[in-house]
């Protein structure tokens, strides 16, 4: 156990609607970092946020956006759902300066 | 896109024989992280091995890296029916920067 969790675990909804995912960083931890992850493939970052600020992105298009509280809980919002957004959905928390990432049990997405 | 490559994809072997999965990478990195996988769920952490470290080991694991082939190693010794997993390797390019996974290897360990 990380400390990370998520909600929901699965979720099915179906295209062009919008989706919100939130994670709840492991204690102490003041990063937070969002992958993707399509069937038989590796994790894909999405962004990481910091300090509430987003801290970096990865290769996704502006319909992913993302939150950090001020407890460092998290969400990612998916609007204008596609097929291809069907996947894991993982969060990640870390403390600035530690290199090590704790992974939460991810939400499962199903686009229909 | 994805920076690590691991080898080999699916790997079967018996419980009590030694896994070896390979990692490739294409950049200069800071470090070189394993994670494994249980059927789709989140990933836990195994081991983290820095750019100036040739061997590391934890457990039943050991890792080896060489930065001038650029690739990895994660030996898994004595392996259990639990062991059976994903396993990616994940590069770190700067140090507290994201993470770049490769498709990983499927293990699977046969009692």
């Known amino acids: ?112 | 896109s994805q920076q690590g490559e691991e080898d080999p994809q699916a790997l079967s072997i018996q419980e009590g024989e030694n896994a070896t999965m390979n990692c490739s990478y294409k950049t200069s990195i800071n470090n070189l992280q394993w994670y494994r996988q249980n059927s789709g769920r989140g990933l836990v952490h195994l081991i983290l091995i820095r750019s100036n470290e040739r061997e590391k080991h934890s457990g039943r694991l050991r890792v080896t890296l060489d930065t001038s082939k650029k690739s990895s190693s994660l030996l898994i010794t004595a392996s259990r029916a639990a062991d059976t997993a994903s396993y990616f390797c994940a590069t770190d390019l700067s140090g507290n920067t994201p993470l770049v996974f490769g498709k990983g290897t499927r293990l699977s360990v046969i009692a």
């Open chain 1, 1 to 112: 156990e990380t400390g990370v969790t998520q909600s929901p675990t699965h979720l099915i909804k179906t295209r062009g609607q919008q989706v919100t995912l939130r994670c709840s960083s492991q204690s102490g931890h003041n990063t937070v970092s969002w992958y993707q992850q399509a069937l038989g493939q590796g994790p894909q970052f999405i962004f990481q946020y910091y300090r509430e600020e987003e801290n970096g992105r990865g290769n996704f298009p502006p319909r992913f956006s993302g939150l950090q509280f001020p407890n460092y809980s998290s969400e990612l919002n998916v609007n204008a759902l596609e097929l291809d957004d069907s996947a894991l959905y993982l969060c990640a928390s870390s403390f600035v300066g530690l290199e090590t990432q704790y992974f939460g049990p991810g939400t499962r997405l199903l686009v229909l």
